[in-house]
């Protein structure tokens, strides 16, 4: 059962970095277990694409997590919501917040407040 857990987060991680080659290097840059913070790598990567203008694809980042949400596997789900959501604008300018919260999709904002207990803003 562990096994098949790592495979599915071993894909989902995969399937990001075949759609988003952009941030493969950055996710490679951590050990091959540590996908959490390869997830974080991701967040990471919308926030930067927020605070460098990029706003196309930020938005294509967080359009895919919001696909993938509704069907995710509980596994993926955790990911989605523990290592990118709440990971989401972390040391981002006020700035980059308020171009940016606006854009995320509602049910990850809604994931957001509950971690956090207020919107980015």
């Known amino acids: ?49 927020f605070s460098s203008g990029n706003i196309a694809l930020a938005q294509s980042y967080l359009d895919y997590i919001n696909e993938k949400l509704p069907n995710a596997h509980p596994k993926e789900f955790e990911f989605i919501d523990v290592y990118y959501v709440e990971h989401l604008f972390w040391q981002a300018s006020q700035k980059t917040k308020e171009m940016g919260w606006p854009l995320v999709p509602t049910k990850l904002q809604s994931l957001y407040v509950a971690f956090h207990g207020k919107p980015a803003l």
Do not use: G, W
């Open 1 to 49: 059962k562990a096994y098949l857990i790592q495979e599915i987060i071993d894909n989902f991680l995969n399937e990001i970095c075949f759609l988003f080659p952009e941030v493969k290097r950055k996710m490679d840059s951590h050990d091959v277990f540590m996908t959490t913070s390869k997830m974080e790598e991701f967040a990471n990567a919308t926030t930067q694409a």
